[in-house]
């Protein structure tokens, strides 16, 4: 399965033209539909529409198309309904003009103060007249879903380009953690040999009550104590794990943005164990490039559905 963003944008458009009848040879009605879809991330599917009025009933059908496809982000759905008259507009019919001039008649007996009809208003009566209802919600599911399928691969593409990305990252995390596994070892000897060295001093300004042997062991056992507080070769062994099921499921696919941001809270937390440990400014440099690495595959985690 593929890795998906929840980044993504689609728009498409669609002319839907009706010829013209037989009986209004000069007279066409045509219509332009137009679907923008966008997408952006979101702990959740949140989805707005922006329909016209004449489109309102169709929301239902819409919300279980979108709910159907897409599992995360924030998306919202933009509608445009453009409709008009092409050609030259006809002659209105005399049974229309005829009911006209009744109607106007009638209303001059009531109000003789009334302005008479103009040439302008009897056309934009007529064509108003003229004018029938287009049921377009079988255009705008079909054009709706080709917009979807545009906007999945755009999330696809996306999702691609972040997969790579995170790789890179994860790559990087594991040189740094691999780095840092042979500090720990020097760092003991280098201690173990101070604990020696101040033995040896103390010894020489003292009354030499203490065995040489005793003062060897006792500094072994400082430097083994030493050790323990600062290793890290459990914290490496989970990082490494950690680092391992996100390469995991990136190979995968599918949904899993919950799943790798919950991996990065436990990066992040071995990144902290391992920089409070530190006992080098070596170690210490290993620690804060892990935070910022983490820090990068964090950011780009809340864009994966």
Known sequence: MSVYSMTGYASVQS??????????????????????????????????FRLPDELRQAEPALRELLTGQLKRGKVELRVSLETGLSGSLRAPSSITLQRLGSLEDTIKSW???????????????????????????????????????????????EGARLTLMLLDRTAQLRTLAASAVPMVPKLVEQQKTRFLERWKEALALGSNSVLPEIAQDRALTEATAFAIRIDVAEEITRLVSHLDEIDRLLASGG?????????????HREANTLGSKSASLELTRVSVDMKVLIEQIREQVQNIE
């Open 111 to 157: 109000l003789p103060q009334a302005a008479p009809l103009s040439v302008a208003d009897v056309l934009r009566i007529a064509t108003n007249e003229d004018k029938k209802p287009h049921d377009h919600s079988e255009e705008l599911l079909k054009l709706t879903r080709q917009a979807v399928s545009e906007l999945m691969a755009a999330r696809e593409r």
């Open 15 to 48: 002319s839907n033209a009706q010829a013209a009848s037989e009986t209004e040879p000069s007279r066409d009605t045509s219509s332009r539909l137009g679907i923008e879809i966008r997408s952006v991330n979101s702990r959740f599917l949140d989805l707005a």
């Open 255 to 267: 949904e899993l943005g919950k799943r790798l941001d919950f991996l990065i809270q436990e990066l």
